[in-house]
């Protein structure tokens, strides 16, 4: 796939009085045209600063950002407006303005790029109808729900026919259902256009749902970058095991926890995630395994099961020998116990 944003080692760096810190550190990276990819980490982990220099509203301290083979990191005056055009941008907090109807917040985009005014109702009325929203166009935002602003947002970011759209954080304030809903917005649009997403969420079921690729940032630096599929099914970096792990806790009662003292997680992904490898493992080795919890999720299309057993009856010989078989078929971790459990 050919690249259309490449980060040449970014960095950036801010002043708090007499001190200084690096919010991005450095950073090395290319997106692919067509693509929606993911960065994602902990809170000032440096993601939403590192995607702001992609249209300037944030100008790195070092290093170079080339967005469709130009250099954009020194662009000002009429060059910056012109590359802010083929970028769209939406924020955790809609920014909608509020005694404009949804129409009005749609149409000003495309007034404030010199659209002309017979083709501004037209294309309101397509762009409201992608994100499902066709029936709410005389309505203010008062009038709508979380979701419904934020995917009038979507609409008007997608207004000026960007060949980029910046996501920060856009679901973060969302309750699961209006999440679901920006979702599947977002499905239909990478459906329709060819437009590449660069999406920013520390919410791991957004990164399942969404993402081709995912980068994962700690402490301003990149620490893993992969497949979307390969990044939940076999995390390298901590920070990305950590993100994973997050997606598969299992609130388990006290007394679960008390009584199961050896406790294993089990990742199957692709053709293994519908072995029967229990039923196996306790023909082959005469042991039971007791399974607490277990779940098949898709990202991709693609099957990844999650299982937490308990190995608490087995023998210390056999639990070696039964982990080296499972890890032949899944990637194994042990379970690690809440900190207020």
Do not use: W
């Amino acid at each position: 796939m050919a690249e259309i944003i490449r980060f040449d080692n970014v960095r950036v760096d801010f002043s708090r009085g007499d001190e200084q810190f690096t919010a991005v550190d450095g950073v090395s990276l290319s997106i692919n045209k067509g693509e929606f990819f993911g960065i994602v980490g902990a809170s000032g982990a440096g993601k939403s600063t590192l995607v702001r220099t992609i249209n300037l509203l944030q100008r790195p301290t070092s290093g170079h950002v080339i967005v469709d083979g130009t250099d954009v990191t020194d662009l000002k005056g009429r060059k910056l407006s012109a590359l802010r055009l083929k970028i769209g941008m939406i924020f955790q907090h809609f920014n909608l303005i509020k005694n404009a109807t949804v129409f009005d917040n749609v149409a000003f985009a495309l007034e404030a790029s010199g659209t002309p005014r017979r083709k501004i109702a037209p294309r309101v009325v397509d762009l409201l109808r992608l994100v499902g929203l066709e029936d709410k166009i005389r309505l203010y935002p008062g009038n709508l729900s979380g979701g419904q602003k934020q995917r009038v947002a979507i609409a008007r970011a997608l207004a000026n026919d960007p060949e980029i759209l910046l996501c920060d954080e856009a679901t973060s304030a969302l309750d699961p259902d209006n999440t679901a809903e920006v979702i599947d917005s977002l499905k239909r649009i990478k459906e329709s256009y060819p437009i590449t997403v660069v999406f920013i969420t520390h919410q791991e079921q957004v990164a399942r749902s969404l993402f081709d690729r995912i980068a994962v940032m700690e402490k301003g630096k990149v620490v893993e970058v992969g497949d979307a599929y390969q990044i939940f099914a076999h995390p390298q970096a901590q920070s990305t095991k950590d993100l994973v792990s997050r997606s598969t806790e299992y609130e388990l009662p006290p007394e679960v926890l008390d009584r199961e003292k050896d406790l294993y997680l089990l990742t199957f992904k692709e053709d293994h995630a519908y072995d029967a490898v229990i039923a196996e493992v306790a023909r082959r080795f005469d042991s039971d395994l007791s399974i607490i919890a277990g779940k098949i999720d898709y990202i991709r299309h693609k099957p990844l099961g999650v299982l937490l057993v308990s190995l608490r009856t087995v023998s210390e010989t056999k639990r070696e020998e039964i982990i080296s078989f499972i890890k032949e078929r899944a990637y194994v971790t042990p379970y690690k116990r809440p900190a207020n459990a």
